[in-house]
C-alpha cells in the first residue's frame, strides 16, 4: 500500500480521497474499491480526529460545547461529503471500474464483504477453491 508511489509497483492504495493526496499526485488506478460510511459517523469521527490528528483521538469536550463550531463543522463537512460523493460518482465511477462498499457492512460482515471485493479485484465470480 503507498500514499506517494505511483508506479506498477502498487497493487492497492488506500487513500482518504483520491484528489486529497501529498503533492496533488494524479494516480492512474484499474479499478477502485470506494469505502463509504454513514454520514453522521464520518461527521462524529472527523470531530474527534481533527483536533487530535489521531485515528483513534477523542476529544473531551461535548460537540454541543461549542455550538458555532460544530454548526460550522457539520455545514462544511456536509459539502465535502456531498463533493466527493459527486466526483466519485461522476469522475471515478465513469472512469473504471468502482465497487462500493460500505463501512457498515464491512464491520457487522467482513467475511462477505472481503470475499466481494477480492470477487471484484480478481474478475471471478467466487473466491472457492482460492487460497484467500
Known amino acids: 500500500m503507498a500514499e506517494e508511489i505511483i508506479d506498477s509497483s502498487v497493487w492497492?492504495?488506500?487513500t482518504h480521497d483520491p484528489k486529497w493526496n501529498l503533492n496533488n499526485i494524479t494516480n492512474k488506478?484499474?479499478?477502485?474499491?470506494?469505502?463509504?460510511?454513514?454520514?453522521?459517523?464520518?461527521?462524529?469521527s472527523c470531530m474527534h480526529f481533527l483536533p487530535t490528528l489521531i485515528q483513534s483521538g477523542q476529544i473531551n469536550e461535548k460537540f454541543t460545547?461549542?455550538?458555532?463550531?460544530?454548526?460550522?463543522?457539520?455545514?462544511?463537512?456536509?459539502?465535502?461529503l456531498s463533493e466527493y460523493q459527486r466526483r466519485v460518482e461522476t469522475e471515478v465511477a465513469t472512469a473504471v471500474p468502482t465497487l462500493i462498499i460500505r463501512f457498515e457492512?464491512?464491520?457487522?460482515?467482513?467475511?462477505?464483504v472481503l470475499e466481494e471485493i477480492f470477487c471484484f479485484l480478481l474478475d471471478v465470480q467466487s473466491v472457492e477453491g482460492l487460497n484467500v
Do not use: G
Request: proline content about 7%.
Open 12 to 14: 492497492i492504495k488506500k
Open 29 to 44: 488506478s484499474n479499478k477502485v474499491v470506494c469505502c463509504v460510511r454513514n454520514p453522521y459517523d464520518t461527521i462524529a
Open 65 to 80: 460545547d461549542f455550538p458555532e463550531v460544530w454548526d460550522k463543522f457539520i455545514k462544511d463537512s456536509v459539502d465535502a
Open 105 to 112: 457492512d464491512l464491520r457487522s460482515d467482513p467475511k462477505s
